[in-house]
Every structure is written in C-alpha cells, then in structure tokens.
C-alpha cells in the first residue's frame, strides 16, 4: 500500500496539505481558495505497472462534476472536474489515473454526471472514473454536505443517476498502464469554487496500491 487514509479513526489526521472537517464526518477537503490541493503519495522508486485502489467521501456544496469543461475548457494541470483526481508524473507533465467525480444532483442539466446525461469528461480521463451526487433534490445548499449519501459506494444512484451505480467494481478501481512507470501518484482535491463558501468534496478514506501490492490486497 502506497497510500492510505481512514478518518474514521480518531488516531488519523489530515494531510498538512488537506482541510481537516470534523462534522457532520470526519474527513479532509480542499484548503485553499486555488482550485486544487494536492497530496504526493511517494512510490520510492518503485517500477509498476497498474494502480488500484478506492475512495470515499461526500459532496459539500455546489460541485458539478464534469461541467466547467464545457466553459473553462480542459486543463489536467489545473482543474476539469469536481472530486478527486489521481495523477502520477510532476506538475507540467501528469498523467491521468482515475477520477472520483462528485455532481450536483441526480436530475437534470449539465451539472449532473456523464452517466446521468451530465457534461462529458475530457477524452483523456475517457471512462477512468466513477460520479455520483448525495444531493436528491434539485436544490442545494452552498458549504453544507450531503453526509446522509457516501459517494462512489454504489449505493443511493437515484434520479436519473441509476446506472452511475452500476460498473460492478465501484468503489475499487484497477488501471493498468503499456509502460513501466516510476513516478510517483498525486492525490488532488479540486473543485473550480471556493471551499470557504460554496464548494468542497471531503474524502473521508482511501487505499491506493501499486503492481506488486494488489493481488493481496483486492483479492
């Protein structure tokens, strides 16, 4: 395991790098007012080939998945979705792993998820990501998060959301490369408002693993 974190546990703490939120559950979001906060997760050099792993956590806010990219247009360095995007190589030349991509409801519109009718993702992330609202309702309400739906569980797709739940392997994702890579993963929370007063995504644990680890790991 290259990467873990489980705020469900009262020992753990966030990344320097992350916002601790202590209610309505403990998790970590993004700090600052940029559009993403990022957290290294070293790899020690290690040669691999495929990455796995999991993330769970919940919308706050207005956060609308894939939508920006239909008018900021598509930057993997900066930001093109709301939710948490895996990357591995420096800043100036990521790579795109898997995204966890938080919506703003399940109904309508553009703000909603790919597989709910929504805004498509860039051709680089192509179907390497889950979406899902906790938001039933076409409303929503700035800073607040929706803790009674965890995100990327599988569970609770309801609108027009009901295939978002269906990829079998959720909230698990495997990715294998053609190349041997030696770079390390970045672990970046973004969204294209602010988490002081409209929008966050808090990921209250994840696993990430590399070739070598995954066997044992995910059975």
């Known amino acids: 395991m290259v990467g873990y974190l489980d705020m469900t546990d009262p020992s753990q703490q966030c990344p320097d790098s992350w916002l601790k939120i202590a209610s ?17 997760i070293p790899t020690a050099g290690a040669s691999y080939q495929k990455v796995c792993g999991r993330f769970r956590g919940y919308q706050i806010g ?27 190589g420096s800043p100036g030349r990521r790579q795109h792993v898997y995204s966890y991509v938080a919506a703003l409801w399940e109904s309508v519109g553009g ?5 709910a009718g929504g805004a498509a993702p860039p051709l680089f992330v192509g179907s390497d990501y889950y979406c899902e609202s906790g938001n039933p309702v076409q409303e929503y309400h700035p800073t607040s ?26 909230p698990w994702f495997c990715k294998t490369f053609s190349t041997q890579i030696s770079e ?11 988490s002081v ?13 590399i070739q070598g680890e995954i066997s044992g790991a995910i059975g």
């Not at 309505?24 to 290294?40: E, F, I, N």
């Not at 990327?152 to 959720?170: A, K, L, Y």
Request: aromatic share 8%; charged share 25%; proline share 4%.
């Open 62 to 88: 207005t956060t609308d998945a894939f939508y920006d990219v239909l008018h900021l247009g598509v930057n993997i360095e900066t930001h093109f979705a709301d939710g948490v995007i895996v990357t591995y």
């Open 184 to 194: 390390d993963l970045e672990v970046r929370i973004c969204t294209d408002e602010s």
């Open 145 to 170: 998060m929706y803790s009674s739906d965890v995100l990327w569980d599988r569970q609770q797709c309801g609108g027009n959301e009901t295939t978002c739940c269906d990829p079998p392997d959720i």
């Open 24 to 40: 309505p559950r403990s998790s970590c979001g993004k700090r600052t007012m940029q559009t993403c906060d990022s957290l290294s």
């Open 197 to 209: 007063d409209n929008e966050n995504v808090a990921i209250e644990s994840f696993e990430l693993y």
């Open 111 to 115: 703000t909603i998820c790919p597989c």
